[in-house]
């Protein structure tokens, strides 16, 4: 099993910054990505941003050039920063991790990011 939990979500003002942490824990050996995703109220989730093992980035057209996906493999924590939030950036953010082979996911129980107008 493999254990994520994201910490830094709250309330900022557009325009504004965030840093989201993904702790990861437990069976670590063997995953081939772990990515951000995030969910809007009546909107389904969609993927933000992943970085798999090799150090290769993805990112969401719409976050391009606003958030970056970073990893610190000491601490096995993968961060999401977040600049220039608009209010479409609110959203219940959840971390994903993908195992290799099987390609099960593993999720965190999310964590809320707030952006005012």
């Known amino acids: 099993q493999v254990q994520l939990m994201e910490s830094g979500g709250g309330l900022v003002q557009a325009g504004g910054s965030l840093r989201l942490s993904c702790a990861v824990s437990?069976?670590?050996?063997?995953?081939?990505?772990i990515g951000w995703y995030r969910q809007a109220p009546g909107k389904e989730r969609e993927l933000v941003a992943r970085?798999?093992?090799?150090?290769?980035?993805y990112y969401a057209d719409s976050v391009k050039g606003r958030f970056t996906i970073s990893r610190d493999n000491a601490k096995i924590t993968v961060y999401l920063q977040m600049n220039s939030l608009k209010s479409a950036d609110t959203a219940v953010y959840y971390c994903?991790?993908?195992?290799?082979?099987?390609?099960?996911?593993?999720w965190g129980q999310g964590t809320q990011v707030t952006v005012s107008s």
């Open positions: 437990g069976d670590t050996i063997c995953i081939s990505a």
């Open positions: 994903n991790a993908q195992r290799c082979l099987t390609g099960h996911n593993y």
């Open positions: 970085i798999i093992s090799g150090g290769s980035t």
